[in-house]
């Protein structure tokens, strides 16, 4: 067995592989190799992945150092991994769910031509490679490497039809935006090396004590700034909906497996440090709720079936560092788990009714499609229910136990959240109504070719929508005769699920409140979209609409003031450059 664990590098490994092998390759290897190596890497690597959780299962938990990575004077950081109950339950997502994903690019990327197609498969594998490194990494070094290969794997992938210069911009919005949370958790990083000299977890998590309040606060509020940029939180949302210029399944690799949950692993890797740090948690609490109420008031109006969806990633997001803020670290992490099943569900499904209508994504020209694609309509609406919090699906488990976090933490942060988690009930049915339901509201070609994807699509979808249902169960609450098995099993890593005082009368009570507006909300979005005819959008909805100008005020207050100032600049360089060419060709007695 020992000799097992020294092979966990085969986890990232064997992705690494399937991305050079693709990517050199990309002229020479067929379509139908290159599917079978992009798959089959992540597969075998899911395998891996199962055993390692097994293992950490029975009680083992372990680190391997393979080669020193850097070494100076007294600074050594290794090239180490680390393996415990958090990271485990993130290699069974990261490599479950990105399994599905490829799975289901074979049938969706099958139109490109080959050398696109591998190059697609290539950049999907080094997506997954450096998640894996991200969450295996046993110091802050590593886990930055890993954190900067999904910022480039993104760019790529964002700017696959990198013929189109909208999509190339959306791909630079993405890196930039990115860079600058980045640059936060750097700053984070030297700050660790300056005080203790290493960036190693276990070493740095037993010299907390060594460490001011000062430097605590300012080594957790850097490490948050890092966190906004990569899992789209205020102010460093944006890049995320413009993300959606990639193809589809590349929007539900980042949105639900890879780069939006680094932020939430790496704050739940670092709880010790936060746990610590009661400015920085009372700041991640208010940035978290803004954000989830911020994204799910734009998704309201949102017409583009992608753009909704990426929107509600946004405001799902927000919840996952509401939790994190109330020190609630289980909630947090369990809320990536279930959001990974039904996120992805509901992407996929919103990429099988692209397949369906010809590339088409405005939902306006849509409506009854449930007919024509049946097993995408069903799988979309489990996907629906689980992320609106009807009980007995997953998401009902996992967010309730924010919203009853947030209860005991602040009424005010409580009633905002469950405003939140009706809005999101809300955009989600009118997303299917509008897409599924009524008659359709497309051209007449649109209309007869319409047609349910291939099995490689339509497989995942189910076994994804089975997750959706079935994912809530790891974590059944007290109250409901649950024995919280994932509160269990992370607590040696982020301590237990934070005990409610509240009696069971009022945690029923709660769930009834909770449960019944949804369930309310759903019924006034039917009324109004099951005969939904085209309006001129005006006042706050149209507001809404432009999602709240966000982007055209960061333009005006940053983006043009760059631009002229470079432009002034630019002018005074060449002058002087000018005068300069001028004066040397004096001397020479050429002028």
Not at 7 to 20: E, H, S
Not at 155 to 160: A, E, F, K, S, V
Not at 182 to 193: C, E, H, K, P, R
Not at 430 to 439: A, E
């Amino acid at each position: 067995m020992n000799s097992f664990l020294q092979n966990i590098y085969l986890i990232p490994l064997l992705p690494l592989i399937g991305f050079l092998l693709n990517g050199l390759l990309r002229k020479q290897l067929p379509k139908a190799l290159v599917s079978i190596i992009g798959c089959g890497v992540i597969l075998c690597s899911f395998v891996f992945s199962i055993l390692i959780f097994l293992q950490v299962k029975s009680g083992h938990t372990f680190a391997v150092h393979y080669f020193e990575f850097i070494n100076i004077n007294t600074l050594q950081i290794g090239f180490d991994f680390k393996i415990d109950q958090l990271s485990s339950i993130f290699l069974l997502v990261i490599t479950g769910v990105g399994f599905l994903i490829h799975l289901y690019s074979t049938a969706y990327m099958h139109a490109e031509e080959r050398k696109d197609f591998a190059r697609y498969f290539a950049y999907l594998n080094l997506f997954v490679f450096s998640m894996l490194l991200l969450v295996m990494g046993s110091n802050f070094v590593i886990m930055f490497i890993g954190w900067e290969g999904v910022g480039l794997c993104s760019y790529l992938l964002i700017g696959y039809w990198f013929k189109n210069n909208n999509y190339n911009a959306a791909a630079k919005k993405a890196f930039v935006m990115n860079r600058i949370g980045d640059l936060g958790f750097l700053l984070a990083v030297f700050w660790l090396i300056n005080k203790l000299g290493t960036t190693d977890f276990t070493t740095v998590f037993t010299n907390i004590n060594k460490l001011s309040t000062t430097d605590i606060t300012g080594i957790t509020l850097l490490l948050f700034v890092g966190a906004t940029g990569k899992s789209a939180q205020i102010p460093l949302y944006t890049w995320l909906p413009d993300a959606m210029a990639g193809p589809t399944p590349v929007s539900a690799l980042i949105h639900a497996a890879t780069m939006v949950t680094a932020g939430i692993y790496m704050i739940a890797r670092s709880n010790a440090l936060y746990s610590l740090a009661p400015l920085t948690q009372s700041i991640i609490t208010i940035i978290g709720l803004a954000t989830a109420l911020l994204a799910a008031t734009i998704a309201l109006k949102q017409n583009d079936i992608k753009k909704v969806l990426a929107y509600s990633t946004v405001s799902q997001s927000g919840f996952m560092f509401l939790a994190l803020g109330m020190c609630n670290y289980v909630a947090a992490v369990f809320h990536v788990v279930t959001h990974a099943f039904f996120k992805a569900l509901l992407f996929l499904g919103a990429g099988s009714v692209i397949h369906g209508m010809h590339h088409e994504q405005d939902i306006r020209n849509m409506g009854g499609l449930k007919s024509k694609m049946k097993v995408t309509y069903v799988t979309f609406l489990i996907g629906c229910l689980a992320i609106a919090g009807i009980p007995g699906f997953s998401g009902f488990f996992s967010k309730d136990a924010i919203l009853m976090t947030a209860f005991e933490y602040n009424k005010v942060i409580y009633a905002v959240a469950l405003f939140t988690a009706c809005l999101t009930a809300f955009y989600m049915f009118r997303l299917l109504f509008l897409t599924f339901n009524g008659k359709f509201r497309g051209t007449q070609e649109q209309h007869n070719h319409v047609h349910e994807s291939p099995a490689a699509m339509t497989i995942p979808l189910i076994l994804l929508a089975i997750l959706a249902i079935a994912g809530g169960f790891i974590n059944v609450p007290a109250v409901l005769h649950g024995k919280e098995l994932l509160s269990q099993f992370l607590a040696p890593v982020v301590g237990k699920m934070q005990t409610t005082h509240l009696t069971h009368s009022m945690e029923y009570t709660l769930m009834g409140l909770t449960a019944g507006l949804v369930l309310i909300t759903i019924i006034v979005a039917y009324f109004l979209y099951k005969n939904y005819k085209l309006k001129p959008v005006k006042g706050l909805g149209k507001i809404l609409e432009n999602k709240w100008y966000v982007d055209e005020l960061y333009n005006a207050i940053i983006v043009q003031p760059i631009k002229l100032l470079s432009v002034f600049f630019n002018n005074i360089l060449e002058k002087k450059s000018d005068r300069w060419i001028c004066k040397r060709y004096r001397e020479a007695g050429q002028l």
